[in-house]
C-alpha cells in the first residue's frame, strides 16, 4: 500500500518587541522551517499564528494584547510567546482561546506548542531532521546546534520522491538572510550549524546565484559562497562553530569546498544521498549528478582532507533491482569505504512514479538485502571506527550525565564525523562537572565499536 501523500502546514507570526524578541522568533522559525512548515505572510492562509510579544512598558503590552486579539479575531489558532508570557494568567484570562502561553527564550516549548496545534507532516521520504521514532517526531533541538535551511523544494524527479509535488521547485532563499540568520544563531548560543536543503549542491540556481552585499562583500548564492561565509563564523568567545553540509549531490563544485574542510572552516563531513551505485537502478531511479566518476572523486578528496567523513543514505529492493545490481551495490561500497551508511527497504509512496515501475523485489528479498548491506556497512564502519582509536579528536558534547555512586560523571559528545541523531555518538568518562552541553572539547580515543567512540578528555591537541 502506498503511504499517503502530506500537505505542509504554514505558520503566520507576528513579532512584537527588542532585537532579543526577534533572535527569538528568528530561531522559532529557523526551527519550524526545517520541520518542513512553511510560513505564511497573511492570517488567512495559516493554520496556526504565532504571536511573539513585548513585556517591556504598558504601551508595549497593550499593543502586545492588540496583537494577539487580533490574530484571534482573524485566524483562531493562536500561540502566545515572548516576554509577556510570563503573565500568562492574565493572558489566559482575556483570551481564553489561546492554544498555549510560552515565556520569553522557551523557544523549544513554543516549538512543541506548533507541532501540536499544526502536526508536521513527516516520513521517511519527507524528514530533512532525523525524528526520534516513538514520538510523532516532536523531537527538540538543543540550543548547541541548529539547522540551517537554505532552500525549499527541488528540480529533479527521482522516481521514488514526491517532494517536488509537495513543495513545488527549487525556491532558494537569499544569501544575505540566510547568513544574517546564521550569524544570529551563532551569537546566541549554536556551536554547530546543520545546512539542510533538498538539494544543498543546487543552492542558487533558480536565483541566477544572484549575489547580495553581506557586510560590505559580494556573497553570491552559491553553495561554495555560502561555506566559506558560514566558515568564517566566530561566536562571541571567539570559537569557531562547525558547519555541517548536508543533502549534498557530487557535482563537480562540491570539489570547491573539499578544502576548506581541509583548512578548518567547514566540519569534514558530507552527507551525500546516493541510494545506489548501479547505473541501471540509478537511471531507473533518475537521480541527479548519477556519474561514473564518483569513487575517484571520493579517492581525491580524502587526499585533500584525509579526515573527511562521507555520510550516505542507500535504497535496497527498488522496482527491477536484480541480484547482480545489488551485488555491485556491495562492491562499490567495499570501494567507497564510506564512513556512515543508513539503508532503507523501497516502500511505495503515494504519488511517486516509482510505484508504476514493473520488476517488484518481494518483500523477503528485500529484507534479506537489507540485512546484507547493514552487515557490510557496519563491518566498514567498525575498522574505520577502531583505527581512530589512540588519536585525539575534536568532540562537541551533547549531554553530561548526573555523579554515579562513585561521583564519576560520564557525557555523550560526537566527534566531526557524527551528525546529531543519524550518525553515532562519543561516551565520556570522568568529566569535569563544569562541562556543558556545546562546549567542544579534545578527546583521547580509548576504545570503538561498530558505531560509537569511548574517551576521555585530554588537554592534549594533537587532533
Ligand atoms: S533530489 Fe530527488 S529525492 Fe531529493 S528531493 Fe529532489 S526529487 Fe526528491
Request: proline share 7%; net charge negative; with cysteine.
Amino acid at each position: 500500500m502506498a503511504l499517503e501523500l502530506p500537505v505542509a502546514p504554514k505558520v503566520g507570526m507576528v513579532s512584537l518587541g527588542c532585537p532579543k524578541a526577534l533572535v527569538d522568533s528568528e530561531r522559532i522559525l529557523t526551527r519550524l522551517r526545517a520541520d518542513g512548515y512553511t510560513m505564511s505572510p497573511d492570517y488567512e492562509g495559516a493554520d496556526v499564528v504565532l504571536v511573539n510579544t513585548c513585556g517591556f512598558l504598558d504601551s508595549a503590552k497593550e499593543e502586545s494584547l492588540a496583537a494577539i486579539g487580533e490574530a484571534i479575531a482573524e485566524n483562531g489558532q493562536v500561540i502566545v510567546t515572548g516576554c509577556m508570557g510570563n503573565e500568562a494568567e492574565a493572558i489566559r484570562a482575556r483570551f481564553p482561546e489561546v492554544l498555549a502561553v510560552t515565556g520569553a527564550h522557551q523557544y523549544e516549548a513554543v516549538v512543541e506548542a506548533v507541532h501540536q496545534a499544526a502536526p508536521p507532516e513527516l516520513g521517511p521520504y519527507l524528514d530533512l531532521i532525523p525524528q526520534a521514532a516513538d514520538d510523532r517526531g516532536v523531537k527538540l533541538t538543543p540550543r548547541h546546534y541548529s539547522y540551517l535551511k537554505i532552500s525549499e523544494g527541488c528540480n529533479h524527479s527521482c522516481a521514488f520522491c514526491i517532494i517536488p509535488q509537495l513543495r513545488g521547485k527549487l525556491a532558494s532563499r537569499r544569501i544575505d538572510a540566510v547568513l544574517r540568520e546564521a550569524e544570529k544563531l551563532v551569537a546566541s548560543g549554536t556551536r554547530e550549524l546543520l545546512v539542510i536543503s533538498q538539494d544543498t549542491s543546487a543552492y542558487g540556481v533558480d536565483i541566477g546565484h544572484e549575489p547580495r552585499q553581506f557586510h560590505g562583500r559580494e556573497v553570491r548564492a552559491h553553495m561554495t559562497d555560502l561555506a566559506r561565509e558560514l566558515g568564517g563564523l566566530r561566536a562571541p568567545d571567539g570559537v569557531r562553530p562547525w558547519v555541517r553540509l548536508h543533502y549534498v549531490y557530487p557535482y563537480p563544485h562540491v570539489d570547491a569546498v573539499i578544502p576548506l574542510m581541509a583548512d578548518g572552516l567547514l566540519t569534514p563531513y558530507l552527507d551525500i544521498p546516493f541510494q545506489h551505485a548501479s547505473p541501471g537502478v540509478l537511471r531507473a531511479m533518475k537521480r541527479p549528478a548519477n556519474e561514473a566518476k564518483v569513487l575517484d572523486r571520493l579517492r581525491k578528496w580524502r587526499e585533500i582532507c584525509p579526515d573527511i567523513a562521507v555520510r550516505s543514505s542507500f535504497v535496497v529492493g527498488f522496482p527491477g533491482e536484480t541480484e547482480a545490481d545489488f551485488q555491485y551495490l556491495l562492491d562499490w561500497l567495499d570501494e567507497a569505504q564510506l564512513d556512515r551508511v543508513g539503508a532503507f527497504r523501497f516502500e511505495p509512496v503515494e504519488g511517486a512514479t516509482a510505484n508504476h515501475l514493473p520488476g517488484a523485489v518481494p518483500e523477503e528479498v528485500k529484507e534479506e538485502r537489507y540485512a546484507r548491506i547493514m552487515e557490510k556497512t557496519e563491518a566498514i564502519s567498525a575498522a574505520k571506527l577502531a583505527a581512530k582509536v589512540g588519536r585525539v579528536l575534536p568532540v562537541i558534547i551533547d549531554d553530561v550525565g548526573e555523579p554515579d555512586e562513585d561521583g564519576d560523571i560520564g557525557a555523550t559528545g560526537r566527534s566531526q564525523a557524527d551528525a546529531p541523531e543519524i550518525d553515532g555518538a562519543v561516551y565520556l568518562r570522568q568529566v569535569d562537572p563544569g562541562l556543558v552541553s556545546g562546549s567542544i572539547v579534545n578527546v583521547l580515543i580509548e576504545d570503538a565499536d561498530a558505531h560509537d567512540l569511548y574517551g576521555v578528555v585530554t588537554p592534549a591537541n594533537n587532533a
